[in-house]
C-alpha cells in the first residue's frame, strides 16, 4: 500500500493508504 505522510505538531508519520 502506499503511505501517506501527515504532518502533526512539527512530528511526520506514515499512514498506510
Same mark, same amino acid.
Not at 500500500?1 to 493508504?17: A, D, G, L, M
Given at each position: 500500500?502506499?503511505? !501517506? $505522510? !501527515?504532518?502533526?505538531?512539527? =512530528? $511526520? $508519520?506514515?499512514?498506510? =493508504?
Amino acid at each position: 500500500p502506499e503511505y !501517506k $505522510f !501527515k504532518v502533526s505538531r512539527t =512530528n $511526520f $508519520f506514515p499512514q498506510p =493508504n
